[in-house]
């Protein structure tokens, strides 16, 4: 059985969270055709026993942070909200980077009116490349709102492994968050350099923007043959890769959230997780 817990922000979480971009509308803006819905599934998912919701104010804009609040305060205890700030949302459903000392502190500031809370457990500085600011101003500015009792603790997302080293030089790096999920080429220095580290791991988009849960997956045949969805087997191939791994899927279909949590109790075979290795 794969161990089940990380400890992340100074608690100890399961190792698949939930991810609040799919609360808002198309691309992540605006409201979702159905808010009672998005936030049903919320609450399905920390029912279900999803301890870390990562989530940030340029989802809707502001749209994921607020059916968040709405859907779970008071909060449980043992809950980590993690957020992100450095980029920003462009007309066209696109992002920008937004990564200037005063850029980030209005961002935790708008995180923290939104999700109605007083201090953030977890802040991630996310590296964009279009950004003319240096990373570890960035950081910086993260590391002094810590200092000022604001966030408890500091993560960083999209980075390499120099950044990472870059980061860890200006505060201790509670977690990395970068994109990982079966088939996706490259990310596998930077996740060994968190396991010599002991540097959680969260992986976010694990499903692959969808494809690998969708009927047509690639890992139909082989979930079809284990019992359980495409989701649920690449969510438990993630938890395969290293101990610090977290996945952080979304969804705004309460229905779906089973799917996801049921990744904790899987253990892929051998042979599958050497076919999965191979797409």
């Given amino acids: 059985m794969p161990k089940q817990t990380v400890v992340l922000a100074g608690r100890a ?5 939930y991810g609040t971009m799919q609360l808002a509308g198309p ?3 605006g409201m979702p055709a159905d808010p009672a819905r998005a936030k049903r599934a919320v609450r399905a998912a920390v029912d279900a026993g999803a301890r870390l ?13 607020r059916l968040l609040a709405e859907a779970l305060r ?27 000392p005063e850029a980030i502190r209005a961002a935790v500031r708008d995180n923290l009116a939104q999700l109605r809370v007083e201090r953030l457990p977890l802040v991630h500085a996310r590296f964009m490349p279009d950004s003319a600011v240096p ?11 810590r200092d000022e009792g604001l966030i408890e603790a500091v993560g960083v997302s999209n980075v390499t492994v120099e950044l990472l080293d870059e ?19 490259g990310g596998e220095e930077v996740l060994a350099a968190t396991g010599a580290a002991g540097i959680p791991y969260l992986a976010f988009r694990p499903l692959g923007n969808g494809a ?26 993630l938890l395969g890769l290293a101990d610090n791994v977290i996945a952080i899927p979304g969804t705004g279909d309460p229905d779906h959230v089973g799917a996801l949590l049921a990744a904790r109790g899987l253990v892929v075979p051998e042979e599958v997780r050497v076919a999965l290795d191979r797409i």
């Fill in 53 to 65: 919701i990562d989530t940030s104010g340029y989802y809707g804009p502001e749209t994921a942070n």
């Fill in 74 to 100: 008071p909060y449980p205890d043992d809950l980590v909200l993690a957020t992100k700030v450095g980029a920003r949302r462009t007309p066209d459903g696109g992002f920008a980077a937004d990564a200037a």
């Fill in 167 to 185: 980061a860890r030089a200006v505060v201790p790096v509670a977690s990395v968050e970068n994109e990982y999920y079966v088939g996706r080429a």
């Fill in 212 to 237: 690998l849960a969708s009927a047509g997956s690639p890992l139909a045949p082989a979930a079809k043959a284990l019992g359980v969805e495409p989701a649920t087997l690449a969510l438990a191939w």
């Fill in 27 to 29: 691309k992540a803006m």
């Fill in 135 to 145: 990373w570890q101003e960035t950081v910086g500015a993260l590391a002094e709102l």
């Fill in 13 to 17: 979480v399961g190792r698949i969270g």
